[in-house]
């Protein structure tokens, strides 16, 4: 322990003694008074109670009751040291301060004025003492409670196992050990600065210090001794700081963009900041000496020199070094940090291991070739996720209290032995769509959503809608899903109340039926274990007064063994238990082991690795889907910069009672290690993952996105062509929206040059960081990741995670997305079936344009949807258009069909060796022209008709009935018969251009 000596405390002189004013009766507060004050304080217990409290219940029934209990126990005990520390120096500093002030009446005009304040001080003094360093350290103890997380990490540090370029100190003194240590500096300076500003204003006050002819101060002996150790505290403290910069310097972004310490700070920056800690220390001295002998002189000195070493050597001597030495030379002078920047911003994104291939796309392959690609062009992803919703809600949707999101989710699921690209969603509960929206109604009635629809991704029916294996209400298809109530959803309620016991009568909506006689609905009790109850009065009272809500203490439906639902996001569940991870954008549902499941990726991040690239992860993750609005599933990323990123755990939320699991991903990763330490209870091995739940884990949108958009620089490994910045890339914009935004990534099965066989992948190309709106839109590289993990239990695929980046000729152009839409939107044939697709009563909806590096060349594929212009949007796929080369295009009813209607190449005229020499008797090869018999078919006209032609005037006639049958249809539902009338008007449209172009009548 520790003691402070004050200085006895000397006589009291007043100086303008007043009159003693005589003492009344003590004042007696009313019994009302005292009800109101017990009231308030029940009162403010009772919401304390049931923010807390209610959060203790939540985190317990999820079994996560360590992280809340570690966070609040490290927030309090840094808050409690946070207050002590502030609190006790400033209080030390005015207690001294008061004590040793001089014993004399006041003599000059200016102690006389002073005087007066202090009068008006001393009624207050002794609460004041008490209560400035008290109200210091509350605002103290609030920032030093809000760096847990700081504190948690550098107490629970883990090496990295790799070192930086310039000290040679384990990167993980960079993440941990450093923000610590600068918080602290930063925190004891605070306190040092304001005890010493609070302590002159005490001795001001009480004569500590006073002003010799109203402009030289004059020091007590006291005063002099206490504000020179200060100043000598503080003074070491800016040499600590200086200190610290040296490193820092390594993971700070410059003011030309550039990351890391540079040739100037290497240099210049470094060793200025070393000698100014000296000089700050030489400055402490000073300071010190002078307190107990009384000359200023020498620190008024030190501090002159200490500001003019701070202008000189930190700031006007790394300037001319930068302007005359390195600006001149720059390459010559930045190649070696610039290839420190490389190395470290390739490792800490996990860029470092890419597969690189040249990739020699031809343009005149044989479509032949293509088609025989059967492993690639097999698993197409024809359905656009971004797309096909409104259908999936008018097929699937049943009840508008139902909902599917606006983006749905790309999986895999192997149906009848073989795994096929699917497109899936939750039927999610919509609160907007519940018809009578009252307390009841929103909170006992409506819980719960009710089973997914699941697509075939790379084909449709006959109507040109999805080709559901899963769906329906009851729950039904290849899926076999056991439990398909949905209680935690992306679109739940704020809360429900839940359960009741088995014989509770059933009050939740489950399901529409006509089997039933109960108004047609089926009602069922919860059974699951998802939330606190909520049927003892206490809790009632406690959530009533959380939501607001009295209904909750007097409803008949919250019964004794009633449960309360809330927080029921999956992104929020996961953010909730895993404070320290920055989530995916995507919450994407899965069907495991015969239940409906959430997926979520996390991430460990820090911006603090030394040379790495800072990364905006909001900027990165922007693309054309991320921008659609009131998509459920998908979450802004934090508006973070990091230059270090993992994918270090898979959470997975229970759709039916919300158990959150977060799986141990990335267990090399040193900042997870660190906090395991911390919440050694909340993670579960790899070991533990089933091989279904294997199955649909995949690779992280968020985490491709970043590394994309590194490689786009990063993939240049020279520090010199680097440095020129010829070769870099970027992501093309999307060309399906008019809107400049750039082109998402797609999760799609296919095959890589260097792979044997197709995978589940996700990928995403490369143009020119140059391209603008006018510039060449040339693609330069395809980058891929394996996104499969595998179906056995506790063991991922060996190649899950693997980057594989084809690099496109530089002497060759291939046309990038932008060029193949605009390709598409000018063919002749592409206009002619988009004409024919087109009226004014229906639109044509460009799907996704895929990329995929087929037959050694890269083949594009995009889907065409037509939906109404007005009233219900159902998009149907119509036809498929893809380009192979720069203008072989192929557009048809299937991708099969589409993929011969390629042109062939155009054909390579031989070398004329004869020299055209009419006398050697060889004549030009005939050309082969196809017999009408074995290359005509029936047209659509014919089949139409059961045989011949038709007149025009009968297509024509033939196409108006179509439009009224699909009009008809539209208005009154049948989408069986508006599909079917969609078909008649195909024909129809077909039979007519065949009629026009043989000059019918």
């Not at 954008?585 to 499941?597: H, K």
């Not at 659609?628 to 990091?642: K, R």
């Not at 919300?658 to 991903?665: F, P, R």
């Not at 380009?883 to 072989?888: A, E, P, Q, S, V």
């Amino acid at each position: 322990m520790f003691s402070i000596n004050f200085p006895p405390r000397p006589p009291r002189q007043p100086s303008n003694p007043t009159p003693r004013q005589p003492r009344g009766k003590p004042l007696r507060r009313s019994p009302v008074a005292w009800t109101v004050g017990i009231l308030a304080v029940l009162a403010l217990a009772l919401y304390a109670a049931s923010q807390i409290w209610t959060e203790v219940l939540w985190f317990k029934q999820i079994n996560f009751l360590q992280v809340f209990t570690t966070q609040w126990i490290a927030r309090i005990a840094l808050f409690l040291a946070g207050f002590l520390v502030m609190g006790i120096v400033v209080w030390a500093a005015v207690t001294w301060a008061y004590r040793s002030r001089p014993v004399y009446a006041p003599t000059t005009d200016s102690e006389q004025v002073v005087g007066r304040y202090r009068d008006q001080f001393e009624p207050i003094r002794r609460y004041a003492l008490i209560g400035i360093p008290a109200a210091l350290g509350l605002f103290a103890a609030g920032n030093a409670a809000g760096r847990w997380e700081t504190v948690l990490l550098a107490l629970n540090s883990e090496p990295f196992g790799e070192v930086d370029p310039r000290f040679g100190l384990d990167i993980g003194f960079y993440v941990f050990q450093l923000p610590a240590i600068r918080f602290g500096v930063s925190f004891l300076m605070g306190v040092v600065l304001i005890s010493l500003i609070a302590a002159m204003v005490i001795q001001y006050l009480y004569g500590g210090i006073s002003l010799v002819g109203g402009t030289k101060p004059r020091l007590s002996k006291p005063a002099r001794i206490q504000l020179g150790i200060g100043a000598a505290v503080f003074s070491l403290l800016i040499g600590v700081q200086y200190f610290l910069d040296r490193y820092s310097m390594l993971s700070q972004v410059n003011a030309d963009g550039s990351d890391g310490a540079g040739y100037t700070a290497i240099h210049a920056n470094i060793p200025a900041k070393l000698i100014l800690a000296c000089i700050a220390v030489f400055v402490a001295a000073l300071f010190a000496v002078a307190a107990w002998r009384g000359d200023w002189k020498l620190p008024a000195t030190g501090l002159g020199l200490m500001v003019l070493s701070a202008v000189v050597v930190g700031w006007a001597y790394p300037a001319l070094i930068q302007n005359f030495s390195v600006k001149p030379n720059e390459l010559d002078k930045e190649r070696q940090y610039i290839q420190w920047n490389i190395e470290a911003t390739r490792y800490a994104f996990g860029i470092d291991d890419v597969e690189v291939s040249a990739y020699n796309a031809e343009t005149g392959v044989d479509p032949a070739a293509i088609r025989a690609d059967a492993d690639s062009t097999a698993q197409i992803r024809l359905l656009d996720p971004t797309v096909v919703s409104p259908t999936f809600r008018q097929r699937e949707q049943n009840k508008q209290y139902y909902d599917f999101p606006q983006v749905l989710s790309v999986d895999r699921y192997e149906i009848e032995g073989e795994k096929q690209d699917t497109v899936i969603a939750v039927r999610d509960l919509k609160v907007s769509g519940i018809d009578n929206p009252q307390w009841v109604n929103l909170h006992t009635v409506y819980t719960h959503g009710y089973g997914v629809a699941a697509a075939y991704g790379n084909t449709t029916d006959d109507s040109g809608w999805p080709e559901f294996f899963e769906g329906g209400i009851p729950a039904a298809g290849a899926l076999e899903v056991e439990e398909p109530r949905v209680y935690f959803g992306t679109t739940s309620p704020t809360y429900s109340i839940v359960g009741g016991g088995q014989d509770a009568k059933p009050v939740e909506l489950d399901y529409p039926s006509d089997a039933t006689e109960a108004g047609g609905e089926v009602y069922n009790t919860y059974a699951g274990n998802g939330g606190p109850n909520v049927g003892s009065l206490l809790n009632k009272v406690l959530y009533a007064i959380r939501f607001g809500s009295t209904n909750i203490l007097f409803s008949s439906n919250v019964r004794p063994e009633s449960q309360i639902l809330y927080d029921r996001d999956p992104f929020v569940r996961v953010q909730k238990v895993a404070p320290y991870l920055t989530l995916d954008e995507r919450v994407y549902p899965a069907v495991v082991d015969g239940r409906i499941v959430w997926i979520v990726d996390g991430y460990t991040t820090t911006d603090s690795y030394p040379y790495s690239e800072h990364q905006s992860l909001s900027s990165a993750a922007l693309d054309s889907i991320s921008t659609l609005n009131n998509v459920a599933g998908i979450n802004s990323v934090a508006a973070q910069t990091v230059n270090y990123l993992r994918n270090s755990v898979k959470a997975v939320v229970d759709a039916y009672d919300g158990t959150v699991t977060l799986y141990a991903w990335d267990v090399d990763d040193p900042v997870l290690k660190a906090w395991t330490s911390i919440y050694s209870t909340s993670l579960e091995p790899i070991a533990d993952i089933s091989g279904d739940l294997m199955s649909h884990l995949r690779y992280p949108e968020t985490l491709f996105k970043v590394q994309r958009t590194m490689l786009a620089r990063y993939h240049v490994t020279n520090a010199g062509s680097f440095f020129g910045g010829q070769d870099f890339w970027k992501t093309p914009n999307d060309p399906t929206k008019e809107a400049s935004i750039q082109q998402p990534p797609y999760y799609l099965t296919l095959k890589m040059p260097t792979q044997e066989e197709a995978v589940f992948s996700l990928s995403s190309t490369y143009i020119p960081a140059g391209s603008t709106s006018g510039g060449a839109n040339i693609l330069k590289g395809f980058l891929a990741v394996d996104s499969e993990t595998g179906s056995t239990a506790g063991e991922v695929a060996a190649d899950y995670g693997k980057m594989r980046l084809l690099q496109l000729p530089q002497g060759t152009s291939i046309a990038g997305p932008g060029q193949i839409q605009t390709t598409f939107e000018t063919n002749d044939k592409v206009k002619n079936q988009i004409r024919l697709l087109q009226d004014a009563g229906t639109e044509v909806v460009r799907g996704n344009l895929l990329t995929l590096p087929v037959g050694g060349g890269l083949l594009y594929v995009q889907p065409l949807y037509v939906q109404a212009t007005s009233g219900t949007a159902l998009p149907a796929l119509r036809k498929v258009v893809v380009g192979f080369g720069d203008d072989r295009v192929g557009i048809a009813d299937t991708l099969a069909a589409a993929l011969n209607d390629v042109e062939e190449p155009a054909p390579t005229v031989p070398e004329d060796t004869t020299g055209g020499d009419e006398s050697s008797g060889a004549e030009p090869p005939a050309s082969p022209s196809p017999s009408p018999s074995a290359s005509a078919s029936p047209s659509p006209s014919e089949s139409a008709g059961g045989g011949g032609a038709i007149s025009l005037d009968q297509a024509i006639d033939d196409a108006l009935k179509a439009m009224d049958a699909a009009d008809a249809a539209m208005k009154a539902g049948d989408w069986d018969a508006w599909a079917q009338a969609q078909k008649d008007l195909q024909a129809a449209r077909q039979a007519l251009e065949a009629a026009r172009n043989s000059g019918a009548t």
